[in-house]
């Protein structure tokens, strides 16, 4: 990845925080919704979530 500017690392860090609440929220509501084709839907929108947030911490060169 290129040279980042702390500017850069700092807006990171807040899309990477916002992607892991909505992860553990999306969570959450998949496991108290009591329609199942709805907590099937937030169970899938936590793990897109949680996709993006693995995609973006990889490539600051963390590890999953």
């Given amino acids: 990845m290129t040279n980042l500017t702390a500017k850069d690392l700092d ?3 807040h899309v990477l925080t916002g992607e892991e609440m909505a ?3 999306a969570r959450i509501f998949s496991n108290t919704l009591t329609d ?3 907590a099937q839907e937030m169970a ?3 793990r897109a ?3 993006r947030f693995n995609a ?3 490539m600051l060169g963390g590890k999953e």
């Fill in 44 to 46: 899938d929108i936590s």
């Fill in 36 to 38: 199942a084709a709805l």
């Fill in 56 to 58: 973006l911490f990889q």
């Fill in 11 to 13: 807006v990171l860090s």
């Fill in 49 to 51: 979530h949680a996709e």
């Fill in 23 to 25: 992860c553990k929220k």
